[in-house]
């Protein structure tokens, strides 16, 4: 009798000498479950293509060149896979002192003696069919999550500017979750993002559809609310995709010198503003502090996040205490940390007397998208966007809790080694309008961002270019047009933006070049992307930022 099976939960049995292979598919049949019988290794290895549930071979098979097939075979199993095989041994026999060894090359191996009771090996097939169903059930919810996420997508391309840095992160967050086979995780991604971003999206096309409603109409007004509608919901969403960005340590850094308690000082009406009326805010500032190196915005950014989750710990009030000092963390600390380094650092914490977190929790803070909040109501991503923004500053982040006691997050940045603090420049300086004749060259392969800078631009009074690639703005840089500053987006298609600054300096030396970027891996740190001459904006940027950086860099 042969039983018909998908070739997914088949058993391939491989035992040439005798009639063990014969006896093992009789038993299996008569207990409902199909198998093959290969004659050899090769057959075997070629039989796995198609599908297998388990192998069941003899361990005196396992000789030959076709040994590397099969090893080969089961190195380059998916994540998601761990194929089972049932190996048949000889009580004393000698291939029992051989076949202990095959354990750490086959994987998932069980040992079986012959001769064997038909119940121990129905038992064995049975077990290891159950766990390879649910490889196969892991497998096609991967599938699933992959699915959903490239409609997430699709949709994105056709609303924002942000196409290229949204996919690219969606595709790393994949691809990371699919390492990981954090399932859990994987959930609370799709559930988080696609709540936060449908509501985003919400705002924006709403308030489109309602602009174009009226003023199809001729209704010209109250359209500013409207209109700030839309705006404040795309403001959210870049704000989400900076967040991905930077638990992922794929953000573009500004890094100088940063007087820390300056900027928790300046922080402390927002923070007090973000607490309940029952929570006492103290501020222990060390006024000797020293001066840290670290992105200011970014900063600001993990010192608010800080306070909201020790806020949302503390839900009938207590204390909170943000705290600055100066540590010097020795090489028996940082070792245990890969790229800290020994030296000084400025430590920013923050303290609550909360609820506090078992170690469980604790110890899978910094993953990112897991959170202990119902789904919607946050993506998991503060913590580990600390995180990734902390050792993309060559610092380091740590927690310390304990249930019904509290929690303090400790945040560690490099002590600056400069001469002397850079002096701020506001964005709204206003300079001179542009002199006549003065040109700027627009690299951008995005059509809408391009009319975008081209309007600001022609509102400052410039003249421009445009450039759709790299291989249509060298002809212009290689003529006479005058080129008062480049305007060029990194990630281009083809030679990217700073390949295509290289050349532009070869054909005029000492170009300004104003770099816009949304995500490029190679400019996460802008001090080693940019030479003198040069500065970058990340997409979405506002055009009074775009103003004040091209009269910033055409003056200069």
């Not at 997430?152 to 990981?180: C, F, I, K």
Request: include cysteine.
């Amino acid at each position: 009798m042969t039983v018909a099976v998908p070739l997914s939960e088949r058993a391939l049995i491989l035992a040439p000498m005798g009639r063990d292979s014969q006896i093992a598919l009789m038993i299996l049949n008569e207990a409902g479950y199909g198998g093959m019988i290969t004659p050899d290794l090769a057959t075997l290895c070629t039989q796995l293509e198609p599908g297998a549930g388990l192998l069941l071979i003899a361990a005196e098979a396992l000789r030959g060149p076709e040994m590397e097939a099969l090893l080969h075979y089961l190195e380059q199993q998916p994540a998601w896979s761990d194929l089972p095989i049932v190996l048949l041994t000889h009580h004393g026999g000698q291939e029992q002192g051989p076949s202990s060894h095959l354990s750490g090359l086959l994987g998932n191996v069980t040992f079986l003696e012959r001769p064997f009771h038909p119940a121990t090996l129905v038992s064995l097939v049975s077990a290891a069919l159950r766990g390879r169903r649910r490889q196969y059930e892991a497998r096609d919810r991967l599938i699933d999550l992959s699915e959903s996420e490239r409609r997430l997508q699709s949709t994105l391309e056709t609303l924002e500017q942000q196409v290229e840095e949204r996919t690219a992160q969606l595709r790393h967050n994949e691809e990371a979750l699919r390492q990981s086979q954090k399932m859990e995780a994987v959930g609370q991604l799709t559930g988080g993002i696609a709540h936060d971003f449908n509501n985003m999206l919400t705002g924006i096309i709403g308030s489109l559809e309602l602009l174009r409603r009226r003023l199809a109409r001729g209704r010209t007004e109250d359209l500013d609310s409207l209109i700030d509608l839309g705006v404040t919901s795309a403001n959210r969403a870049a704000g989400l995709t900076h967040r991905l960005l930077a638990f992922s340590r794929r953000q573009s850094l500004d890094s100088k010198a940063v007087q820390m308690n300056t900027l928790v000082l300046s922080m402390s009406e927002l923070l007090q503003r973000s607490l309940n009326e029952s929570i006492q805010l103290d501020m222990r500032l060390d006024d000797k502090l020293w001066v840290a190196e670290a992105d200011p915005n970014q900063l600001e950014s993990a010192l608010l996040n800080l306070v909201i989750n020790a806020r949302d710990a503390m839900p009938e009030g207590g204390k909170l205490v943000v705290e600055t000092s100066n540590q010097v963390l020795h090489r028996d600390f940082t070792q245990a940390y890969a790229n800290l380094e020994p030296g000084d650092y400025v430590m920013l914490s923050v303290t609550d007397n909360g609820s506090g977190m078992p170690q469980s929790v604790v110890s899978r803070a910094f993953d990112p998208f897991f959170t202990t909040k119902p789904i919607g109501q946050g993506t998991g991503l503060g913590l580990s966007m600390i995180y990734g923004f902390s050792k993309q500053s060559r610092g380091h982040v740590s927690i310390d809790s304990e249930i019904d006691q509290g929690t303090t997050v400790k945040l560690y940045l490099p002590r600056f080694r400069g001469e002397e603090l850079e002096l701020p420049v506001s964005d709204t300086e206003q300079a001179p309008q542009a002199i006549d004749g003065e040109t700027v060259l627009i690299v951008e392969d995005d059509p809408a961002v391009r009319v975008l800078v081209s309007a600001v631009l022609s509102e400052l009074g410039y003249a421009f270019v445009e450039a759709g690639d790299a291989d249509s703005a060298l002809p212009i840089l290689n003529s006479a047009q005058r080129i008062d500053l480049l305007i060029s987006d990194v990630g281009l298609p083809g030679m990217n933006g700073r390949q295509l600054a290289e050349v532009g300096r070869q054909y005029r030396p000492g170009l300004k070049v104003l770099f816009i970027t949304g995500y490029a891996e190679h400019a996460a740190v802008r001090g080693g992307f940019l030479d003198s001459g040069m500065q970058m904006i990340t997409k979405p940027f506002t055009f009074d930022l775009l103003t004040a950086k091209v009269r910033e860099m055409i003056k200069s």
